[in-house]
DNA sequence: TAGGCCATGTAATGTGTTACATGATTAG
DNA sequence: CTAATCATGTAACACATTACATGGCCTA
């Protein structure tokens, strides 16, 4: 229920579902995202809740605007959900799973060809984040320690998916090399097909000691 | 549709729904995960759809076992998946939503104690990866260019799950320090609310020029 | 006048989780 | 005797995406 939750947390200032899909895709998209589509019906069923109160106001341009804002229970609500604990989901990587099978394809170009177009895209979406940081480091200064609460616990966020982002770059490079030092060994087949496919993690686990000890 | 495709991967080895999902919860767990309850109707569609195929046959212990295995439809399936490009949706991690609502608490004692249990959590999570990892290159030697082509692409995928892990660790060390350096400056309310609030993600490419030139 | 932005939504479909239902075998 | 493991599934619900529907205003 994290999108109703975060609907809460914006709507400590109130905003309409249009402003708040703009919202959405400008500053949160690097931890989560929702089509305006799934959003207006949220926020229709967190007023059936009592968790927010709207009302109607003219528009300068375009058809009226819905505003809705929090209400007491509202603010109990996201308060209780922060001080819940972490909430952490599982992690799906679709490209993960790609490359995971892609020994099927039976070519590594293929391969370092993927790796190429993952590490692009990651790139991209790094330098974005970055300039975002740089826009706010200019404006607030170099030390987080310093910033206003609210600009602290943002900043921290765009700091996570900087990291996350650059581990993804990385791990892009570190395969590509290792494809191509595997290229550059000729093309020697038929190598060995022992490990890997077996062991369980629980035997893994057991045989951690034998080796980092 | 990636559970999907993921069960047709899987499935180059004939094998039962329920040994599907050991597998998922063993190896697969740290870029896909899915319950049994979601594999089984999964398989049925795939067969109606002609890409995979079953015979049953009865088990040691328990009921029969329904054996599923791809059919050469599937595998075209599989290939034309695994040659689409890389499919890169959206991340969601509640918990980073959490730290952006944070300041709501008015305590950064709480987003302490938060991200501690964040960083418990990940680098239990770190700590059981590398155990696979260090099991497999006890096993198969250092050089993962050695590996035959199987074994090469599942422990990339083992790598960006440590990277990536180990990445979450650093932030969690990074704002823990962060935060501490907070505290330690005494309970200076007040601070100024400038910046971060507003700028859009347009705004701050626009400024990116002026910061990092 | 064509296309984009403002602003609201519904409907159909797909994906994922939780709970429920069944029943045999085996290990403690 | 009890609990776990083996092995299958269904049903209800929650969450997400895509497509569709409407219509005024503004800019090129």
Redesign the pocket.
């Known amino acids: 229920?994290?999108?109703?939750h975060i609907l809460l947390g914006l709507l400590r200032e109130p905003s309409?579902?249009?402003?708040l899909k703009a919202v959405l895709s400008d500053r949160i998209r690097h931890f989560w995202?929702?089509?305006?589509?799934?959003i207006?019906?949220a926020?229709?069923r967190l007023e059936q809740r009592r968790l927010l109160q709207s009302r109607v106001e003219p528009?300068?341009?375009?058809?009226?605007?819905?505003i809705y804002m929090l209400t007491e229970e509202g603010r109990e609500e996201l308060l209780d959900w922060l001080r819940g604990g972490p909430v952490i989901g599982?992690e799906?990587f679709a490209y993960l799973a790609q490359v995971y099978f892609m020994d099927a394809l039976g070519d590594f170009r293929e391969t370092r060809a993927f790796m190429i177009s993952v590490r692009d895209h990651f790139s991209r979406v790094l330098a974005h984040l970055q300039a975002i940081e740089c826009e706010v480091t200019d404006t607030a200064g170099h030390m987080p320690e310093c910033y206003s609460d609210a600009d602290f616990h943002r900043f921290v966020t765009l700091r996570m998916g900087i990291l996350s982002v650059k581990s993804k770059v990385v791990w892009c490079d570190e395969t590509i090399e290792s494809i191509d030092r595997r290229l550059a060994g000729g093309p020697l087949d038929n190598k060995p097909n022992i490990s890997l496919a077996q062991p369980t993690h629980r035997q893994a686990l057991e045989a951690r000691e034998d080796c980092s000890g």
């Open positions: 229920m994290s999108l109703s309409t579902g249009y402003d995202s929702a089509e305006i589509s799934q207006y019906p926020l229709k528009s300068p341009k375009g058809p009226n605007r819905k599982t799906r």
